[in-house]
């Protein structure tokens, strides 16, 4: 297995898989933390906008700076490029991921109401988020 798929499991209730990553990293921009990879962040860029596809850190190594870390470069490479905005949905109870959304100048633009399946409980609403990034020089 994989450490971005490893760390997907750990940090995701219905983590992709192996396949799944194959097919993402063939056309999308990813970005890792620490060595060993100790979380990434995997974006689809087309035209003038872009997608945060998914943000895991391994649990062992949470609230270090990662997270933090990955969309400051993420932020600063498309800010380069023609991309001008960044969009996300992240599960309306994942406290920690919203708190550093909104830190990182991230603004609510809307909800999925059940978006997220959860194995116990009812499914979960999606919060909506998009960061305008500075224009290309």
């Not at 596809?53 to 380069?80: C, E, F, I, N």
């Not at 708190?99 to 978006?115: H, N, S």
Request: aromatic share 10%; charged share 20%.
């Amino acid at each position: 297995m994989s450490a971005l798929t490893r760390i997907h499991r750990a940090a995701f209730d219905h983590p992709w898989s192996e396949s799944d990553f194959a097919t993402y990293l063939a056309s999308d921009l990813l970005w890792v933390s620490g060595e060993p990879i100790a979380g990434f962040l995997l974006i689809r860029a087309v035209g003038d906008e872009a997608e945060i596809l998914t943000l895991a850190v391994d649990p062992a190594h949470r609230r270090a700076g990662h997270a933090a870390a990955l969309l400051d470069a993420a932020k600063q490479y498309l800010a380069k490029t023609d991309v001008f905005r960044l969009f996300l949905e992240v599960a309306a109870d994942n406290l920690p991921a919203l708190a550093l959304y909104e830190t990182q100048g991230f603004l609510p633009i809307g909800v999925r109401k059940g978006y997220y399946r959860r194995d116990a409980g009812p499914n979960m609403d999606a919060r909506l988020f998009s960061c305008a990034l500075p224009a290309a020089h």
